[in-house]
T-cell receptor
Framework: GNSVTQMEGPVTLSEEAFLTINCTYT??????LFWYVQYPGEGLQLLLK?????DKGSNKGFEATYRKETTSFHLEKGSVQVSDSAVYFC???????????FGRGTSLIVHP | EPEVTQTPSHQVTQMGQEVILRCVPI?????FYWYRQILGQKVEFLVS????????KSEIFDDQFSVERPDGSNFTLKIRSTKLEDSAMYFC????????????FGEGSWLTVV
């Protein structure tokens, strides 16, 4: 079956630090991969996605590259801001189902 | 920006009581979903709904759960006889198309069963 494993949080960083949140997956077929973000008091929002191997998704300074050889989709940002404090969810959707499978989420706390 | 809204934001209920969680999906969306997240665990799919019927459900979605679209705008999740292990954040979501790349989520309803 499909599954997503994310690094445990919280991840605590100072402003302008480099961010990596690890995500690995298990899937049948060739999945599409997603990162969602949940800001305090809001719903999950799609942050970025990649639909095939070696694709790089990017948005708001965040990037993630679909690595088929390591079954990974790590989220990175070169310089985080306090406003990036949120919970980040890695997710996948495989060809056999239109229902996304999520990880448990990783909380990011950025201090000024 | 259109959004999915959920009520209540937090509900505390006694074990064995019935709970109804409400959601208003985005108005032109046709597919609706419920997910839940038990504290510290993964966000788990419960059920999807299209054209007034369930289109997919997980093994979590047993006979104590039901969904309904009573009036063309609300989408509800009913838990018939709550158990302690039903305590979780419940997320409603909607999308324009089946498996549409953009699934819009509500902010969630915290359910605490005591």
């Amino acid at each position: 079956g499909n599954s997503v494993t994310q690094m445990e949080g919280p991840v605590t960083l100072s402003e302008e630090a480099f961010l990596t949140i690890n995500c690995t997956y298990t899937a049948t077929g060739y999945p599409s991969l997603f990162w969602y973000v949940q800001y305090p008091g809001e719903g999950l929002q799609l942050l970025l996605k990649a639909t095939k191997a070696d694709d790089k998704g990017s948005n708001k300074g965040f990037e993630a590259t679909y690595r088929k050889e390591t079954t990974s989709f790590h989220l990175e940002k070169g310089s985080v801001q306090v406003s990036d404090s949120a919970v980040y969810f890695c997710a996948l959707r495989s060809g056999g189902s239109y229902i996304p499978t999520f990880g448990r989420g990783t909380s990011l706390i950025v201090h000024p | 920006e259109p959004e999915v809204t959920q009520t209540p934001s937090h509900q505390v209920t006694q074990m064995g009581q019935e709970v109804i969680l409400r959601c208003v999906p985005i108005s032109n969306h046709l597919y609706f979903y419920w997910y839940r997240q038990i504290l510290g665990q993964k966000v788990e799919f419960l059920v999807s709904f299209y054209n007034n019927e369930i289109s997919e459900k997980s093994e979590i979605f047993d006979d104590q759960f039901s969904v309904e679209r009573p009036d063309g705008s609300n989408f509800t999740l009913k838990i018939r006889s709550t158990k302690l292990e039903d305590s979780a954040m419940y997320f409603c979501a909607s999308s324009e198309a089946k498996g549409g790349n953009t699934i819009y989520f509500g902010e969630g309803s915290w359910l605490t069963v005591v």
